[in-house]
Nanobody
Framework: MQLVESGGGLVQPGGSLRLTCAASGDTLDDYVIGWFRQAPGKEREVVSCKSRDHHSLIYGDSVKGRFTVSSDLTNNAVVLEMNSLKPEDTAVYYC??????????????????RGKGTLVTVSS
């Protein structure tokens, strides 16, 4: 399965962006789907993890209440809505998929399918 992120760009503080993770080669909804981000000089951070059965959805503490993940089943994609963006949200955002929940919530370094990322820059 291939994953391609899109929607990144430059936005002012307080603004919003919508990232999309489109999958090909398999059904994305059959997998645990994680959004991660990595800022320059910093470690990879979990943004969100969504379980295969849709019963579990977690967000990183730094994005809770501002970011929302949803499934776009028609387009075999997952959407990350980002609101009230802050300069510290600046990072490359990655969409990854795996069959195991644990691989997502413990940092995502072992995720089986990995996107190449899209850059989000929050700056005035």
């Amino acid at each position: 399965m291939q994953l391609v992120e899109s929607g990144g760009g430059l936005v002012q503080p307080g603004g919003s962006l919508r990232l999309t993770c489109a999958a090909s080669g398999d059904t994305l909804d059959d997998y645990v789907i994680g959004w991660f981000r990595q800022a320059p000089g910093k470690e990879r951070e979990v943004v969100s993890c969504k379980s295969r059965d849709h019963h579990s959805l977690i967000y990183g503490d730094s994005v809770k209440g501002r970011f929302t993940v949803s499934s776009d089943l028609t387009n075999n994609a997952v959407v990350l809505e980002m609101n009230s963006l802050k300069p510290e949200d600046t990072a490359v955002y990655y969409c990854d998929a795996d069959l195991l929940w644990g691989n997502c919530i413990y940092g995502g370094l072992a995720m089986q399918y990995r996107g190449k990322g899209t850059l989000v820059t929050v700056s005035s």
